[in-house]
């Protein structure tokens, strides 16, 4: 094969250096012995619409969005799916071969994927889900939630005017709860869910009363560094399943690298590896 017929595929998003899509990506291709390159890129936003046109010209057959672009692309894309349209923002792109912009999330097929591999007796319709935080990543959550069967999802934000236009938004098996009586949702589910970044290395803590965890429950969170955030922590010691969030990050790249490349990579220890690396 040429260099010329090498797919290239990347992740767009400013800062970039943090992402790990790279070196999962790559792993994946080597592993798989796949021809192909997936190369990170900073763009600023207002470079982003002639990047993105320009960028099938150079070879390119997709490519991965982040912050804080995941929203903007929408407007640029030339087809939307209804699944990145009702979350609002996208994370994967293809680049079709007449020359359209197709825009898809992938973010709550890796949420539910990443349960289900690392939670493997949950069952979305045993009991509410509650969820902390309401901003783009618990729109992703929420779709995936409720299209896996979850009967009623509690939802508390620092900020209640966030969580009250989800509500309205996706209706009555949606509650909105006050961010002091965090601690009393959490204590009522059967699944929790962490979407804000509260426990990340270098953000505040999350400072909701967690002494309503408990075992029975799965307990997730979002923020993936560190891996076993005090959330994550606090529910392994009251006998919660816990699953952390660097697994969700795997299996939401699934489709697009399918898609890109032509064959499904498996989600496996060596990859989690891989992408820590």
Do not use: C
Not at 183 to 212: C, F, H, Q, Y
């Amino acid at each position: 094969m040429s260099l010329d017929n090498i797919p290239l595929a990347g992740v767009i998003g400013r800062p970039i250096v943090h992402s790990k899509s790279p070196q999962l990506h790559g792993h994946w291709l080597k592993t798989m012995g796949l021809p192909g390159r997936y190369i990170p890129m900073e763009v600023a936003p207002e470079d982003l619409e002639q990047v993105l046109r320009a960028l099938p010209k150079a070879g390119f057959v997709g490519v991965n969005i982040t912050i804080p672009h995941k929203e903007a692309v929408l407007e640029i894309a030339d087809l939307v799916t209804d699944r990145a349209t009702l979350i609002g923002a996208a994370n994967t792109l293809i680049f079709r071969a007449d020359g359209k912009i197709h825009a898809d999330n992938t973010d709550g097929y890796g949420f539910i994927e990443n349960l289900r591999q690392n939670a493997p007796g949950w069952d979305p319709k045993s009991g509410p889900a509650a969820l902390l935080g309401a901003g783009g990543a618990a729109r992703a959550v929420i779709t995936s939630l409720l299209e896996a069967g979850v009967p009623e999802i509690f939802i508390s934000n620092r900020t209640r005017s966030r969580a009250e236009a989800l509500h309205n938004e996706f209706g009555r098996r949606l509650t909105v709860v006050e961010w002091v009586q965090a601690g009393n949702m959490i204590e009522d589910a059967a699944t929790v869910v962490n979407t804000t970044s509260l426990g990340m290395l270098g953000k505040p803590e999350l400072r909701v009363p967690l002494d309503g965890l408990r075992r029975g429950q799965v307990v997730t969170d979002l923020v993936y560094n560190p891996l076993q955030t005090p959330l994550l922590a606090a529910a392994e010691a009251a006998g919660a399943t816990t699953v952390d969030g660097l697994g969700m990050l795997l299996h939401q790249a699934v489709p697009g690298f399918e898609r890109w490349f032509g064959k499904r990579p498996e989600v496996t220890e060596e990859a989690r590896a891989a992408a820590l690396a």
